[in-house]
C-alpha cells in the first residue's frame, strides 16, 4: 500500500485524496475482503444484501448496476432475482476488487469511479451500492450518478454501517467496531485499514440524513430499514 497518502489518517481524507486513499486501502485489503465481511458481520453481511434486493422487487428480465461492486457479493443475489434473461453490471474504481470479482465468475464488470459512470442515461432498472457511499469523495454527485442511469421508475437502494441510536446498538458498535474489528483487522496486518471502517462511518451521515440526500437527488418514496441493533442500514427510493 502507498503509505504516503496514509500520513493522515485516512477517514480525514476529503476530494482526489480521499479517491486516493480508499482505493489504496481497498487495493491493499482486497485478497482478505469477503473473509473479513463474513467475520465483522457474523455472516449476515450476504443476508442483508439478499434483503435488500427483496426490497428492489425485482423481475426476471431486468438490468441492474452495483455500484462500488467490489468483489462481487451483491452480484449474486441480483443475478438470481433477474434470471437468465436479466442483465447484472458491476462498476468498481479498484481494479484488485474486480479482479476478485472476475474470479468468481462475474462479468459485465466495469473499472468505473461511482461519481462519473460510464453509462447512459436511463439504462437500468435498479442500481445498489453496499457498503460504498462513505467512501466516495463526492456524495451528491455519486447520487446524481445513480439517479442519471436508472430508467424512470427505476429503484435504488443502499446498504451501509450506520451510527446506532438505542444505548444497546451503541455498546455493541462500541465494542465490536471500535475495539474488535480494529484488532481483527491487525491479526491479518491491516489494523490501520480496519480502523477506518469505524471512523469513517462515525463521520458519515446518519440513515435519516442520507434518507434526505436521496430526495435531494430526486429520488422519491425514500425509506430506511435498520439491522444489526442500528448498526446496518438499508436506504432506498425510486426515480419517477
Known amino acids: 500500500m502507498g503509505l504516503d497518502g496514509l500520513q493522515r489518517a485516512p477517514w480525514e481524507a476529503e476530494g482526489a485524496a480521499k479517491r486516493r486513499v480508499v482505493r489504496e486501502i481497498f487495493a491493499s485489503i482486497a485478497p482478505r475482503y469477503d473473509l473479513m465481511n463474513t467475520l465483522m458481520s457474523l455472516s449476515r453481511h450476504r443476508r442483508w444484501r439478499e434483503q435488500a434486493v427483496a426490497r428492489l422487487g425485482l423481475r426476471g428480465g431486468e438490468t441492474v448496476l452495483d455500484v462500488c461492486c467490489g468483489t462481487g457479493d451483491f452480484m449474486a443475489p441480483l443475478s438470481e432475482a433477474v434470471g437468465p434473461r436479466g442483465r447484472v453490471a458491476g462498476a468498481d474504481f479498484c481494479p484488485p476488487m474486480l479482479e476478485r470479482a472476475r474470479d468468481k465468475g462475474f462479468a459485465n464488470l466495469a473499472l468505473a469511479d461511482a461519481c462519473r459512470l460510464p453509462y447512459r442515461d436511463g439504462a437500468f432498472d435498479a442500481v445498489t451500492v453496499g457498503w460504498g457511499l462513505r467512501n466516495v469523495p463526492d456524495l451528491r454527485a455519486a447520487l446524481s450518478e445513480a439517479y442519471r442511469v436508472l430508467k424512470s421508475g427505476g429503484r435504488f437502494v443502499s446498504v451501509d454501517t450506520a451510527q446506532p441510536r438505542s444505548a444497546l446498538g451503541r455498546w455493541f458498535s462500541a465494542l465490536a467496531f471500535r475495539r474488535l474489528v480494529p484488532l481483527l483487522g491487525a491479526l491479518f496486518g491491516h489494523g490501520r485499514e480496519y480502523a477506518y471502517l469505524p471512523e469513517s462511518t462515525e463521520r458519515f451521515l446518519t440513515p435519516e440524513a442520507l434518507a434526505e440526500e436521496f430526495r435531494r437527488a430526486g429520488f422519491q418514496d425514500v ?18
Open 223 to 240: 425509506w430506511i430499514e435498520r439491522k444489526m441493533l442500528g448498526h446496518v442500514a438499508l436506504v432506498g427510493g425510486t426515480k419517477r
